[in-house]
């Protein structure tokens, strides 16, 4: 069966120090796997998304993920949390060819402490 | 438009009314998802479209659930005999291929 975990509901950080988000993907085919941001009463913006080459992928807003195939996961990080990186995050996974439903987690709300 | 357009932003129906919303996908993205949103949650997904085919619909929760895209742009999504239950926010996005993904605002569903 196709899912995405995100095993955190909720995390704090203090403005400044490092963050990391988890994400664990159970799917047939490879993948493509994307982290999208959303703040309150908005939509879902995309952060990064990874299908092949590199395992570590850089995305917007300083964010970065790394792809480990035998842990299958899509780990979110990024070195010094902003003030204004308080928000949802929802990890995903798509079809890598053809046209197929995209498959989200619950999301983990990140609140950051001054 | 530039990006995908979702309209009402906000709907509050009193249970029992039926409700439509509206999404004006990216020019030219062949495919079109609903996505459902239950408050705290991720989204769900609802049906597919590829052009004004829907290709899937496997998750519409109930048979008063309907989506149409008739020319293979606009999209709506209607809801019959609204329930509390349907309260949540409705998500459209609209994609060109493989890997790529664009959401609207949504549209924020309260039944009272």
């Known amino acids: 069966a196709q899912s995405v975990t995100q095993p955190d509901i909720h995390i704090t950080v203090s403005e400044g120090a490092s963050l990391e988000l988890r994400c664990n993907y159970s799917?047939?085919?490879?993948?493509?796997l994307f982290w999208y941001v959303q703040s309150p009463g908005q939509g879902l913006q995309l952060l990064l998304k990874?299908?092949?080459?590199?395992?570590l992928v850089q995305g917007i807003k300083g964010f970065e993920a790394e792809f480990k195939r035998s842990q299958s996961s899509f780990n979110l990080r990024k070195p010094s949390v902003h003030w204004s990186d308080a928000a949802e995050y929802f990890c995903?996974?798509?079809?890598?060819?053809?046209?197929?439903?995209?498959?989200f987690g619950t999301g983990t709300r990140l609140k950051v402490l001054a | 438009g530039a990006g995908v357009s979702q309209s009402p932003r906000y709907k509050v129906a009193k249970r029992g009314q039926d409700v439509a919303l509206r999404c004006d996908p990216i020019?030219?993205?062949?495919?079109l998802f609903w996505y459902q949103q239950a408050l705290g949650q991720g989204p769900e997904f609802l049906t597919y479209?590829?052009?004004?085919?829907?290709?899937?619909k496997s998750g519409l929760p109930s048979d008063r659930f309907f989506a149409e895209r008739p020319e293979g742009s606009v999209s709506t999504l209607k809801i019959q005999r609204t329930q509390q239950e349907d309260s949540a926010v409705y998500l459209c996005?609209?994609?060109?291929?493989?890997?790529?993904?664009?959401f609207g605002s949504g549209t924020q569903l309260s039944v009272l």
């Open positions: 996005a609209s994609s060109p291929g493989p890997g790529k993904l664009f």
């Open positions: 799917y047939g085919a490879t993948p493509y």
């Open positions: 990874y299908f092949s080459g590199d395992t």
């Open positions: 995903a996974v798509g079809p890598s060819s053809g046209t197929y439903k995209y498959i």
């Open positions: 020019s030219g993205h062949v495919s």
């Open positions: 479209f590829q052009n004004e085919a829907q290709l899937d």
